[in-house]
C-alpha cells in the first residue's frame, strides 16, 4: 500500500508540473493541466522576465517528467524544493491570492515523497561513506538512461510540433512517455542478461 501510495504521489507530482510546463509552451496552451496560469510567460514580459517564464515552464517539464515516469523519482523531488520556492515567490510578488495554498500542499507531498529517500542523504550530509547504511535499489543501466532520455527529447520535441498540428504532437508526447517507461525494461533485460 505505502509503495503504490508513493508510485501514486510521484505521478500527480510529475503530471501536475509537467503539463503545466508543457501548457505554457505549447501553441496556443492546448496541452492539458490542472495547474497553471498558462499565460504565466505573457504576464512576467512586461518585468522583462518573459525568458524566466520560458526557463520556469522548461523546469516544470524537466523535472515533473522525471517524477511521472518515476525513473528519476529523486532527483525530480529533489529539483522540486526550489521550483516550488521560485513559483511560489513569483505568485507572491504578484499578489495572487489562492496559489500559496496550492503550492504548500504540493511542497507537503513533495516533502512525503523525500522522506522514502531519508537513507540516501545521510553520505551527503555526513560526507562520508556509509554505503553499509544505505538501503540497495533497484540499478539503472546506461542503455536505459538513454532511453529515458528520447522520451524526453521527444517531449520537448513536441512543443515545436504543436505550432503545426496538436494532434501529431499530442501523438509524440504519449509515444515519448511509453519510451521512457520502457527504460525499466531496458534495465531488466541487461540485469537479467548478466
Not at 503545466?20 to 499565460?39: D, N, Q, R, T
Request: hydrophobic share 50%; glycine share 10%.
Amino acid at each position: 500500500m505505502k509503495k503504490f501510495l508513493l508510485l501514486g504521489i510521484s505521478v500527480f507530482l510529475g503530471f501536475t508540473f509537467w503539463g503545466s510546463g508543457m501548457a505554457k509552451l505549447y501553441y496556443e496552451h492546448k496541452f492539458f493541466g490542472w495547474i497553471g496560469p498558462v499565460w504565466l510567460i505573457d504576464e512576467l514580459r512586461p518585468y522583462g522576465l518573459g525568458l524566466y517564464g520560458q526557463f520556469i515552464a522548461l523546469s516544470q517539464i524537466v523535472i515533473g517528467y522525471c517524477l511521472v515516469t518515476t525513473r528519476y523519482k529523486l532527483l525530480g523531488a529533489i529539483m522540486m524544493l526550489p521550483l516550488i520556492g521560485n513559483t511560489l515567490m513569483v505568485t507572491i510578488s504578484l499578489e495572487w491570492r489562492g496559489t500559496p495554498f496550492v503550492l504548500a500542499f504540493l511542497m507537503l507531498l513533495n516533502l512525503i515523497l523525500l522522506w522514502q529517500y531519508r537513507d540516501f542523504f545521510r553520505p551527503l550530509i555526513d560526507e562520508t561513506d556509509s554505503t553499509n547504511q544505505i538501503k540497495k535499489r533497484s540499478p539503472k543501466t546506461a542503455k536505459g538512461h538513454v532511453v529515458w532520455l528520447s522520451g524526453l527529447a521527444l517531449q520537448l520535441f513536441s512543443i515545436l510540433v504543436s505550432y503545426y498540428n496538436w494532434p501529431i504532437a499530442l501523438g509524440i508526447v504519449v509515444v515519448g512517455l511509453g519510451i521512457s517507461v520502457l527504460s525499466f525494461r531496458v534495465d531488466g533485460k541487461a540485469k537479467r542478461g548478466k
